[in-house]
């Protein structure tokens, strides 16, 4: 347990589905990210949230919508995806204060058939 | 802009082994360096991390020494195990606030016995 909670662990979903991604932290951080980590592709930074308000998109496909609520939970939501789109997910979050790293989730691997 | 450049992989070694992933950066002031893991099927983990040149990290037998003059980082064990076998990020990331961590590319690690 790294102190940052994805669920689900898996998803499989079909590209007319709509699902969310859920990841929660206890530690008082008060930054969260999601990346995308596909096979043989570096590591992807898709959104980032500092005290609730988003100030990073990076490019990202409006098919994937975050959303934060408050400090401690991220969603990252997700409609009419593609098979391209089948990734492990990764939450991460830190102190704003870029030294002290980052403490990421497991990740949900997702799967668009 | 910042960079991280890792040596390509994967890496396979033999249990006992001496390991070395070298890792340099570009930077245009004076970050912190880290080194993450992921274990398969998990998500990074911090592994170590220096925050000045000269300061070494260390961690489960692994050191990182920050050499500004040489603008590296490079991860060393000197007896890997089986259960090293993983993929290994180089990254680095400033103090300021709001500061984003860069990553290189991952090398993969495999220990054989």
């Known amino acids: 347990e790294t102190g940052v909670t994805q669920t689900p662990r898996h998803l499989v979903m079909g590209m007319t589905n709509k699902k969310s991604l859920k990841c929660e932290q206890h530690l008082g951080h008060n930054a969260m990210y999601w990346y995308k980590q596909s096979a043989k592709k570096p590591l992807e930074l898709m959104f980032v949230y500092n005290f609730k308000e988003q100030t990073e998109n990076n490019s990202v496909p409006s098919r994937f919508s975050p959303e934060c609520p408050n400090s401690s939970h991220l969603f990252l939501h997700l409609h009419t995806l593609q098979p391209e789109d089948s990734a492990l997910y990764l939450c991460a979050s830190s102190h704003p204060q870029g030294s002290y790293g980052y403490t990421f989730g497991s990740g949900t691997r997702l799967t668009v058939v | 802009g910042d960079s991280v450049t890792q040596m390509e992989g994967p890496v396979t070694l033999s249990e006992e082994a001496f390991l070395t992933i070298n890792c340099t950066y570009t930077?245009?002031?004076?970050?912190?360096l880290f080194w993450y893991v992921q274990y398969p099927g998990e998500g990074l983990q911090l592994l170590l991390k220096a925050t000045k040149a000269d300061d070494k990290g260390s961690n489960k037998g692994f050191e990182a020494t920050y050499r500004k003059e040489t603008t590296s980082f490079h991860l060393e064990k000197g007896s890997v195990q089986v259960s090293d076998s993983a993929v290994y990020f180089c990254?680095?990331?400033?103090?300021?606030?709001?500061?984003?961590?860069?990553f290189g590319e991952g090398t993969q690690l495999t220990v054989n016995p």
């Open positions: 930077a245009t002031g004076y970050p912190s």
């Open positions: 990254a680095l990331s400033y103090e300021t606030s709001g500061s984003r961590l860069t």
